[in-house]
């Protein structure tokens, strides 16, 4: 059974960090490409970051470009999200997802494994 679980949310004040990981078992992340998405309350899932199997490529959604940085260790079989100077408008639970295809993908329907997500939540 396949699972992706994410940990290393909470509480932080505005300008501040937070690291975020997902673990996954029964699943070899090496083989997919890994996203971060994030749903705010009566809100859409948003696209975040997303990293290729290799680690080679990444894309990130303009909001938290020059602030987040994702990464993957394919050997820990996790996946990373660094995030710094941290907004309100941040706030959200975080998901990592898996996805088998190719290219690089924002869209969270082409997703096919999903953690069940991290509240992070940035007070101002």
């Known amino acids: 059974q396949w699972q992706l679980v994410e940990s290393g949310g909470g509480m932080v004040q505005a300008g501040g960090s937070l690291r975020l990981s997902c673990a996954a078992s029964?699943?070899?992340?090496?083989?997919?490409?890994m996203g971060w998405f994030r749903q705010a309350p009566g809100k859409e899932r948003e696209f975040v970051a997303v990293i290729s199997w290799s680690g080679g490529s990444t894309i990130y959604a303009d909001s938290v470009k020059g602030r987040f940085t994702i990464s993957r260790d394919n050997a820990k079989n996790t996946v990373s999200l660094q995030m710094n100077d941290l907004k309100p408008e941040d706030t959200a639970v975080y998901l990592c997802?898996?996805?088998?295809?190719?290219?690089?993908?924002?869209?969270?329907?082409?997703?096919?494994?999903w953690g069940q997500g991290t509240q992070v939540t940035v007070s101002s």
């Open positions: 997802a898996a996805d088998p295809g190719t290219p690089l993908q924002t869209a969270p329907d082409l997703y096919k494994y």
């Open positions: 029964g699943l070899t992340i090496s083989y997919y490409s």
